[in-house]
């Protein structure tokens, strides 16, 4: 599977917004970018996904570099709710998941 | 109610006992998964199944063993608990799409092994 790497940890400010960036320099051309999150004492949960153009969703907005090589995942105001730990994973069509340790996002109130 | 539920939600048992967790979804999806979580860690893929009479090893799967009854249901079974199997363990469905994976997990199960 090809390997991806995020910050351990982040901080954001309440009501702005939050870019957090995944490397993913191996990745191959039939690979998609999915972002799953998970809540405290919850399972994941689906965020977004996208092959190679931006992609926005009433959760957030996928940015994918033009080489594929990394992306941004953006929450366009955050709340406290959105504390989490952010996942970037790729999979090559419908394989399963696999996690990485994802970043650790804060939202300071 | 939930579409992917967990049982038992909490499990203490000893060395050496047979466990078995069970999973059960309302979504009609055909694609079943078991993960382990430890602390601090992401998840870790333990055996997934595309259909009923599919079962597939994981990254982890020693020690572990599971059983498709029917398309909604999907359980995992360690034979012999050992202290190093506690962890959360969730359970995740999808359905087949030509292209990206959506996976909906389960609340959790917490298993601690004395």
């Known amino acids: 599977d090809a390997k991806t790497t995020q910050p351990n940890s982040m901080e954001s400010n309440e009501e702005e917004p939050v870019h957090l960036p995944c490397n993913h320099s191996?990745?191959?051309?039939?690979?998609?970018i999915h972002w799953y999150r998970q809540l405290p004492s919850q399972g994941p949960e689906y965020v977004i996904h996208g092959l190679t153009s931006n992609v926005n969703n009433r959760m957030a907005s996928l940015a994918i570099a033009e080489d594929r090589k990394s992306s941004t995942l953006i929450l366009h105001r955050a709340t406290l709710r959105d504390a989490a730990v952010y996942y970037c994973i790729l999979t090559a069509g419908n394989t399963p998941l696999v996690f990485g340790k994802g970043t650790r996002l804060s939202v300071i109130a | 109610d939930a579409d992917v539920t967990q049982t038992p939600r909490n499990r203490i048992t000893k060395t050496g006992k047979r466990i078995m967790l069970e999973c059960s979804q309302t979504?009609?999806?055909?694609?079943m998964y078991w993960y382990r979580q430890d602390p601090g860690l992401g998840l870790r893929l333990i055996y997934y199944s595309f259909d009923v009479k599919d079962i597939n090893k994981g990254e982890i799967s020693d020690g572990y063993s599971v059983s498709r009854q029917a398309q909604a249901k999907f359980s995992l079974s360690l034979e012999s608990a050992i202290p190093n199997q506690t962890a959360l363990y969730f359970c995740a469905t999808s359905a087949w799409t030509s292209s990206y994976n959506e996976q909906f997990f389960g609340p959790g199960t917490r298993l601690t092994v004395l």
């Open positions: 979504k009609g999806h055909d694609r």
């Open positions: 191996t990745i191959s051309g039939t690979d998609y």
